[in-house]
C-alpha cells in the first residue's frame, strides 16, 4: 500500500520538466512509427516572383497528423528528430516527396521556371549518403537538379567542417540551388555569402512583419536586399501578409515573396490544381 501511495504521490508531484521529457520522448517514438503510417506529409507554399506576378517556386513545408495530438507544427517535432538522429531517414523522404512534387509540377506545367525549396537541417549535413541519395530520388523520378533548391541555415556555414562545404559544393555542382533561410536572425556574416555560392537569400520575417511602421526593419531589409543582390543573390522575403508589406518590398527591390498574403501552405495536390485555375484565368 505504501509502495502504491508513493507512486501515486509521485505521480501528482511529477515535476513539469520530467513531463516535458517524458512528452519528448514520446513523440520521438510516435515520430518512428509516424513516417510508416503515412502520417506525414509535405505541403507546399507557393513563392512568388514579383516581376512577373507568377508563382515560380513553392516551399515543402512538413506536416504531421498525429492520430491522438492532431496537427504537431514542425516547429515542436523537427528539433526531436535532429536530436534523436531520425531527421537523417526523414529527410530523405521529404526531399523524395518534395522531388515527387516537382516532377509533377513539371508533368502539369507550361514550361515557366519551377522549383520545389526544400528545408534541410545541418545534422542532416553530417550523413555521407545526403549527396547521393538526394542524387539517385531526382535520376529515379526524372527531375532535373536544377528544379530544387535546398534551404539552409546560417549556422551550417559558420562550420570549417571541410566535409559540410564540399557536400554542398556538390549539391550545387550536381545542378540544385542553395537558399540561405532565416537570413539576419543569425550571426549575417557576409563573409560566408561569397565563400559558399548561395544563389538565393531569404530576409527573416521578423524583418518583414512592421516593415511599414518600423523604419529600422525597412532599412534592414532594404540593406540585405542591396547588398545580397551586389553579391549577385537573388531575395525572397518570407511572411508577406499584406498589400502594403509586399508593396514596400517591390520599391527596395526585393525578387519573391512568400506568405499568407498569397497562400498558406498547402497539400501539394491543392497547389497543383491552384496553379491550374491560375493558369485558366491567365488564358481567359
Ligand atoms: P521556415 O523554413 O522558415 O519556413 C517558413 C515558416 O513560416 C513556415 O512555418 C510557414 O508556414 C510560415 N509562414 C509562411 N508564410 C507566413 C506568413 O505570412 N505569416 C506567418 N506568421 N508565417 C508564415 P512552419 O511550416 O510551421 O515551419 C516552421 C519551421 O520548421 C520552418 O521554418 C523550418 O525551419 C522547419 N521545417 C518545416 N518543414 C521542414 C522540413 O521538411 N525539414 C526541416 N529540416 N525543417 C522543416
Ligand atoms: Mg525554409
Ligand atoms: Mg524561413
Ligand atoms: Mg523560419
Known amino acids: 500500500a505504501a509502495k502504491e501511495e508513493g507512486r501515486n504521490a509521485y505521480r501528482f508531484f511529477t515535476p513539469p520538466m520530467h513531463q516535458q521529457a517524458k512528452s519528448r520522448l514520446l513523440l520521438a517514438n510516435d515520430l518512428r512509427q509516424a513516417l510508416a503510417d503515412g502520417q506525414l506529409q509535405i505541403w507546399l507554399q507557393p513563392i512568388v516572383d ?100 535546398i534551404e539552409i541555415t546560417e549556422g551550417l556555414l559558420l562550420t570549417d567542417r571541410a566535409d559540410i562545404v564540399d557536400k554542398l559544393a556538390r549539391l550545387r555542382s550536381a545542378g540544385m ?11 549575417s556574416a557576409m563573409a560566408y555569402l561569397k565563400k559558399f555560392n548561395i544563389d538565393y537569400l531569404k530576409v527573416d520575417r ?31 522575403a518570407e511572411g508577406v501578409e499584406t498589400v502594403a508589406q509586399r508593396d ?8 519573391m515573396v512568400q506568405g499568407y498574403l498569397y497562400a498558406r501552405p498547402m497539400p501539394v495536390a491543392e497547389f497543383l490544381a491552384s496553379l491550374r485555375s491560375e493558369g485558366a484565368a491567365v488564358a481567359a
Open 50 to 149: 514579383l516581376s512577373t506576378g507568377r508563382v515560380c517556386k513553392a516551399e515543402a513545408l512538413l506536416r504531421w497528423q498525429h492520430p491522438v495530438h492532431g496537427m504537431v507544427p514542425p516547429g515542436q517535432f523537427i528539433p526531436i528528430a535532429e536530436e534523436t538522429g531520425i531527421i537523417v531517414e526523414l529527410g530523405n523522404w521529404i526531399f523524395r516527396q518534395a522531388a515527387a512534387a516537382a516532377r509533377q509540377w513539371l508533368e502539369q506545367g507550361d514550361g515557366a521556371p519551377c522549383q520545389v525549396s526544400v528545408n534541410v537541417s545541418p545534422r542532416q549535413f553530417v550523413s555521407d549518403t545526403l549527396v547521393d541519395t538526394c542524387l539517385a530520388a531526382l535520376r529515379e523520378l526524372d527531375v532535373p537538379p536544377h528544379s530544387m533548391v
Open 177 to 187: 540551388q542553395l537558399a540561405l533561410d532565416d537570413f539576419g536572425t543569425g550571426y
Open 206 to 236: 521578423s524583418f518583414v512583419r512592421d516593415l511599414d511602421a518600423d523604419p529600422s526593419d525597412k532599412a534592414i531589409a532594404e540593406a540585405i536586399i542591396v547588398m545580397a543582390h551586389k553579391l549577385g543573390l537573388k531575395t525572397i
Open 248 to 255: 514596400l518590398l517591390a520599391l527596395v527591390g526585393c525578387d
